[in-house]
């Protein structure tokens, strides 16, 4: 079965640092990866995805990812952090083969230290 | 940007009762999810549901658990007999199959119904 995960409960950046959350996957096959951002008392709202072509994707709010198959890891990134983007990051994966269900790690929380 | 809806937003339920969280999923939308969420811990798949039966469900998913879709826009969750290890945050999902690889198209979540059971 497909699992994710997210090594740090939390992760500290300062405003305008560049900022990182981790995540490995494991899966078999071609893995299909996807972010998602909680913000308080809101749903989980998707970032971005991967499913096959470049391994950098960009998606929403100026946040990119990195998948890196020899690592399977899928890191969210984005070069300049703002206090807005404190909120509770979750990475997913879905396997190829007909699986329906996506598995999300923990949560990564992002605090931005203005 | 049509969303998902989730009623209400937060229950409280005594243990032993029944329970039915509600979701309107976005109207174009083929396939529907529910997920929970316990304080602190992951994000859990619960069921899938697509073409008025499930797809698949998790080993959380017991016969305690049932879903419908009772009419062309809510999606229902309920909890025959509620337990206190019941106690979560239930979040609604639907996404569309898109065309080709219907692998592509991500979950779009309601903002999910807090349940508490005592």
């Known amino acids: 079965a497909q699992s994710v995960a997210q090594p740090e409960d939390q992760v500290n950046v300062a405003e305008g640092n560049p900022l990182t959350v981790k995540c490995t996957y494991s899966v078999s096959g071609n893995p299909y990866l996807f972010w998602y951002v909680q913000y308080p008392n809101r749903g989980l709202q998707f970032l971005l995805k991967y499913i096959t072509g470049d391994n950098l994707v960009k998606g929403s709010y100026g946040f990119e990812a990195e998948f890196n198959k020899s690592q399977t890891s899928f890191h969210l990134k984005k070069p300049s952090a703002l206090v807005s983007d404190s909120a509770l990051y979750f990475c997913a994966v879905r396997g190829p083969y007909g699986n329906n269900r996506l598995a999300f790690g923990k949560g990564n929380q992002v605090v931005v230290i203005p | 940007e049509p969303e998902v809806t989730q009623t209400p937003s937060h229950q409280v339920t005594q243990m032993g009762q029944e329970v039915i969280l509600r979701c309107v999923p976005i109207s174009n939308h083929l396939y529907f999810y529910w997920y929970r969420q316990i304080l602190g811990q992951k994000v859990e798949f619960l069921v899938s549901f697509y073409n008025n039966e499930i797809s698949e469900k998790s080993e959380i998913f017991d016969d305690q658990f049932s879903v419908e879709r009772p009419d062309g826009s809510n999606f229902t969750l309920k909890i025959r007999s509620t337990k206190l290890e019941d106690s979560a945050m239930y979040f609604c999902?639907?996404?569309?199959?898109?065309?080709?690889?219907?692998?592509?198209?991500?979950?779009?979540f309601g903002n999910g119904t807090r349940l508490t059971v005592t």
């Open positions: 999902a639907s996404r569309t199959s898109g065309t080709g690889n219907w692998q592509n198209s991500p979950l779009h």
